[in-house]
């Protein structure tokens, strides 16, 4: 097999949740300049709007969906239209999520549950959708998007990191129950990625002068820097693409060394 057939998307179909910026926009970008045909959802009409805009600026067509992933139902059909449109979907990514930022003892039982419902059922949900039409077509590659708190906790973020943790092993059990249906089920865990999920983190203090969490992560990280949505669109390809057909159940880390590393002395 030649190295452009190893990662070609030629003729697969890949539906992104939570596609219409960010990490998500930028992954299903790449996966379209690989060939594949993209749909994509979220949960609200102006997101849609601008994530429909945004690929048509790109000069990509994409089938975009109003879908909540925690709501099976509209999941179910969401995956059906897109069987009908462009065919079975060959690539999941998981990458719908939300966060709630909030010392554990003042978080209340619903915004735990909202967290766990979007990070974690949702991706049971749009799994359980597509796994029927994978192992009909006897292929098929999900990419669940975690995150080093699928390994590390912090404060503040008890919901999103027992999400992400469970996230990790739910790619693992995927593995685990449909290897030998010849469907690949591994994770990206990005590190700290300058999105706007990470706006407040990353916002300037009234003086200008940087947050201080902005400072610690630049001095976390061996690359010395937040990551990008960028960094993430090569290894997406490759685990959504033959050169990774014997790789399951693996979460890869694209963090800038973060997870490797304790951290520099901030000057
Ligand atoms: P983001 O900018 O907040 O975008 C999240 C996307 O998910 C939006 O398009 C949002 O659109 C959609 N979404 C949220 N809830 C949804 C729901 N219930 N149903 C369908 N779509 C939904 O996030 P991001 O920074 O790009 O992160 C993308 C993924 O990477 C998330 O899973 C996040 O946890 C993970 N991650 C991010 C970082 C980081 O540093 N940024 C690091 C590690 C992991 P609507 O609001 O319209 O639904
Ligand atoms: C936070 C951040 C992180 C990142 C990411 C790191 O508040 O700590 O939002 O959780 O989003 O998940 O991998």
């Not at 975690?146 to 593995?175: F, H, P, Q, W």
């Amino acid at each position: 097999m030649n190295m452009d057939d190893l990662f070609s998307l030629k003729g697969r179909v890949a539906l992104v949740t939570g596609g219409a910026y960010g990490i998500g926009f930028a992954m299903a970008q790449a996966l379209a300049k690989a060939g594949a045909r993209i749909a994509f959802n979220c949960s609200r009409p102006e997101t849609l709007s601008r994530g429909l805009t945004a690929y048509r600026n790109e000069g990509i067509e994409v089938e975009g969906y109003l879908c909540d992933v925690t709501e099976e139902k509209s999941v179910q059909d969401m995956v059906g239209d897109i069987e009908r449109k462009l065919g079975t979907v060959d690539i999941l990514v998981n990458n719908a999520g939300i966060i709630k930022r909030e010392p554990m003892e003042n978080m209340s039982v619903d915004d735990f549950r909202q967290v766990v419902d979007v990070d974690l059922v949702g991706p049971f949900i749009c799994s359980k959708a597509v796994i029927p039409g994978m192992i009909e077509k006897g292929h098929g590659k999900i990419i669940n998007i975690c995150s080093m708190m699928s390994e590390l906790g912090r404060d503040t973020v008890s919901a999103y990191a027992a999400a992400k943790g469970g996230l990790k092993m739910l790619t693992r059990n995927i593995c685990a129950e449909f290897g030998g249906r010849n469907i690949q089920c591994n994770g990206i865990g990005p590190g700290y990625i300058a999105t706007e999920q990470t706006a407040p983190l990353r916002q300037r203090n009234p003086d200008g002068s940087h947050n201080p969490f902005d400072n610690f992560i630049i001095a976390k990280t061996p690359a010395g820097r937040w990551g990008t949505p960028a960094d993430l669109v090569g290894p997406a390809v490759f685990l959504a693409s033959a050169a990774s057909d014997f790789v399951n159940g693996q979460i890869l880390y694209v963090d800038g060394g973060i997870l490797a590393s304790i951290g520099r002395q901030p000057e």
